[in-house]
């Protein structure tokens, strides 16, 4: 991710944001990240280095004795969010009145909705170790009438897609199995013989190879040349996440020599 910088004075000591994999150097970054950013900082986001941030690099010492008293009193901190958006300088009232209005929608939202929006922020954001923490919690969650099978199905989706772009295909194909057995959608079947493809280390347990036709296997592999031929003319990082999306995406495909080349160099960067 990028920030849009207003100010020179740079703080000795960034702020490290474990979840965003970034540092903030300045009182406008750290405004930036909260307004575009909410799900991610709505809980557990304002803490005590995060106010030492403020006192000590920013000299925004009153703004933190506020937030300390918010914290003491261990309410909610939607309102210490607009405050420090406020104090900040960097939004304009407009703005800052719809993002907490944004916050208010958030708020409303079912726990389980509220998780899941968390955690495929992470995943578009190449947070796929930390996405998939979030969906294996959802998957303990106890059903309800929001917590059902359409609801889990998308989570193990997500999830399988996080293991597979973490090249820990055997992970992958036990979440898009479980999926299938829930919805048996197609999509999940291609999915999964995709996996095979991409490390023989996968196979298809019998009662899938049941259900898979040599027409189908015949078209999947042929969507897969495809694949492999346009992936050798991207960059790595495209043709990574060409293998495998959340949710719909319809398309999944890659090339096994490719993904053995680039396996030990891509695991160092969730280490």
């Known amino acids: ?22 540092h903030l150097f ?38 933190a004795v ?3 008293r918010w914290l003491k009193r261990q309410e909610k901190l939607d309102e210490a969010l607009v405050l420090i958006l406020q104090e900040c300088g960097y939004y304009n009232g407009v703005e800052i009145n719809r993002f907490r209005h ?15 929006l968390k955690a495929d922020e992470l995943f578009s954001m190449h947070q796929y170790t930390r996405a998939a923490r979030l969906y294996e919690e959802l998957l ?31 992970k992958a194909y036990e979440a898009y199995e479980k999926a299938y057995l829930r919805n048996g959608k197609e999509e999940l079947l291609q999915r999964m013989y995709i996996l095979t493809l991409l490390d023989e280390k996968v196979r298809l347990g019998e009662h899938i190879q049941a259900v898979i036709s040599e ?26 996440e060409a293998l495998f999306k959340k949710d719909s995406i319809r398309r999944q495909a890659g090339q096994t020599e490719l993904v053995h080349r680039w396996k030990q160099e891509f695991r160092r960067q969730f280490k």
């Open 1 to 22: 991710m990028s920030l849009l910088l207003c100010s020179q004075e740079y703080a000795r000591r960034p702020y490290h944001v474990e979840m965003l994999g970034i």
């Open 102 to 116: 944004r916050l208010m929608d958030l708020r409303k939202k079912h726990p389980a909705e509220f998780s899941k």
């Open 215 to 240: 027409e189908q296997k015949e078209a999947w592999a042929k969507r897969l040349k495809d694949v492999r031929d346009r992936a050798a003319r991207s960059d790595a990082v495209a043709q990574l």
């Open 140 to 170: 303990d969650r106890p059903a309800d009438k929001h917590v059902d099978d359409t609801f889990l199905v998308k989570v193990l989706n997500n999830l399988g897609a996080c293991h597979a772009q973490t090249f820990h295909f055997d």
């Open 26 to 63: 300045t009182a406008q970054e750290l405004a930036y990240v909260i307004y575009h950013y909410p799900l991610l900082v709505l809980d557990g986001f304002i803490n005590d280095d995060l106010l030492e941030f403020l006192k000590e690099e920013l000299n925004l010492g009153m703004l």
């Open 66 to 68: 506020k937030l300390e």
